[in-house]
């Protein structure tokens, strides 16, 4: 059983950056593709940022482009979102999930291609 955890979360002003941290254990991380998603209150979830496990490949959502790092370190069997610039809009629930990719390069971007999921951490953003 993998169990991820995530962490980083909090309350920041509108311009300000953030750094979300998420733990992974159970299984061997190296080989797991991970994505962070967030849902907003009255939204559908919706996927942020995706990076496979040799963390060659990486998929940003069009309104996080630019702000928005995804990053992982295999080592340590950690993968962070480094969230700069935010804004209002940003505010949600942020999930890191995790599954298991026979390809070093591949990432998901559906939630249905996930089997692993944290808790969730609060973002609030203020203006």
């Known amino acids: 059983q993998v169990q991820v955890v995530e962490s980083g979360g909090g309350l920041v002003q509108a311009g300000g950056s953030l750094r979300l941290s998420c733990a992974a254990s159970?299984?061997?991380?190296?080989?797991?593709?991970t994505g962070w998603f967030r849902q907003a209150p009255g939204k559908e979830r919706e996927v942020v940022a995706a990076?496979?496990?040799?963390?060659?490949?990486?998929f940003g959502a069009d309104s996080v482009k630019g702000r928005f790092t995804i990053s992982r370190d295999n080592a340590k069997n950690m993968v962070y979102l480094q969230m700069d610039n935010l804004k209002p809009d940003d505010t949600a629930v942020y999930y890191c999930?995790?599954?298991?990719?026979?390809?070093?390069?591949?990432?998901?971007?559906?939630?249905?291609?996930?089997?692993?999921w944290g808790q969730g951490t609060q973002v609030t953003v203020i203006s």
């Open positions: 159970g299984r061997p991380f190296s080989t797991m593709a």
């Open positions: 990076i496979g496990w040799s963390g060659a490949n990486i």
């Open positions: 999930a995790a599954q298991y990719s026979y390809s070093s390069t591949y990432y998901y971007v559906l939630e249905e291609d996930y089997d692993y």
